[in-house]
């Protein structure tokens, strides 16, 4: 008997492990950039690409989802992704931007924000926060309503979105409509049940995760900046967005993203958790399975909801 009881569709994965080590990182990201110059855009969805100024004028690349029969300014998911921090987007990134876009609807801006451990803590963050500020300012020029902006990521992606929320509530601006969090790390300390317990989970597994946070942090940062790094050791959690948390059964993050949505319960942000069942870190890879397919349904209810009320 296998020793987690994992949804069927995702049996095959389930001595799979990801070659995080540092040797590995630029034949992994090779690759990766090759799924993605493959992808295939379906016929009914846009994408356009810019290239902006990220941290310390470095460019970024950023991608514009939206449906190709769209006329009036729609709202906008700025989305950061995972691969703990080191790694570039997966295809199945691409085809999940391609659902929020044709489903919500919406323009999902998409950020190719630089990756650990050469350029660490700040500067994914610092990416994201000029992609966000991007597109507050060429809102208008990008067809998206600026009042309606929300931040989504997945994994440490979602790090970098739950990050946002506070960078942005502290400095003021732009404002921040909702946060999706997809499976998100959520806390540097690595001091819960489920981190303790999945150290050989398929995937991603404790051990894996600190070696993502010692990569990510290796070039040290200023205690005060906290929030902007570890989002469950902030000191306030007070104004932030309405968010949707989405958390996998065998999972060493499970329990720091739905211990995030109390925190935010208790400070008066109105949360949706999503516990799924049967899941791993990573498991919307299998994009045609049932299981996918119902966490995107909550997914896009929820992006529906703060977005059209509906």
């Known amino acids: 008997m296998a020793k987690y009881q994992i949804d069927k569709v995702l049996k095959k994965y389930q001595f799979v492990k990801i070659p995080y ?3 590995m990182f630029p ?3 090779a690759y990766l950039a090759l799924g993605e110059k493959t992808f295939s855009l379906p016929t009914d969805i846009k994408r356009t690409k810019y290239k902006i100024k990220g941290y310390k004028e470095n460019q970024i690349d950023i991608s514009v989802f939206e449906p190709l029969d769209a006329t009036e300014p729609l709202p906008c998911l700025l989305y950061l992704h995972g691969g703990g921090f080191s790694m570039k987007a997966s295809r199945h990134h691409f085809s999940l931007m391609c659902e929020y876009a044709r489903q919500t609807p ?6 190719g924000y630089h990756l650990s451990p050469k350029y660490a803590y700040p500067h994914g963050l610092l990416d994201a926060y ?3 500020t991007w597109v507050y300012t060429n809102a208008f020029d990008l067809g998206i309503k600026k009042e309606q902006i929300a931040v989504g990521g997945d994994s440490a992606g979602g790090t970098l979105a739950a990050a946002l929320t506070h960078m942005a509530r502290d400095k003021g601006f732009p404002n921040i409509c909702f946060q999706m969090l997809i499976y998100p790390v959520m806390d540097m300390r690595q001091q819960t049940e489920s981190m303790g317990r999945f150290k050989d989970t398929p995937l991603w597994d404790s051990i894996l995760n600190q070696k993502m946070w010692h990569y990510y942090v290796s070039d040290g940062f200023d205690k005060s900046e906290i929030a902007y790094i570890s989002p469950a ?3 306030s959690f007070l104004y932030l967005p309405s968010a949707y948390i989405e958390v996998a059964e065998f999972d060493c993050l499970r329990d720091e993203g739905a211990n995030y949505a109390k925190t935010l319960e208790k400070n008066g942000v109105f949360v949706t958790l999503n516990q799924t069942k049967g899941t791993i ?3 919307d890879i299998a994009l045609k399975s049932e299981i996918v397919k119902q966490a995107l349904d909550k997914r896009i209810e929820a992006l529906r909801y703060a977005f059209f009320q509906l």
């Not at 919406?106 to 950020?111: I, N, R, S």
């Open 21 to 23: 080590t540092k040797i």
């Open 27 to 29: 034949f992994i990201n």
């Open 281 to 283: 870190h990573g498991y």
């Open 233 to 235: 050791q902030a000191d």
């Open 106 to 111: 919406c323009k999902v801006v998409f950020v």
């Open 130 to 132: 000029a992609a966000l």
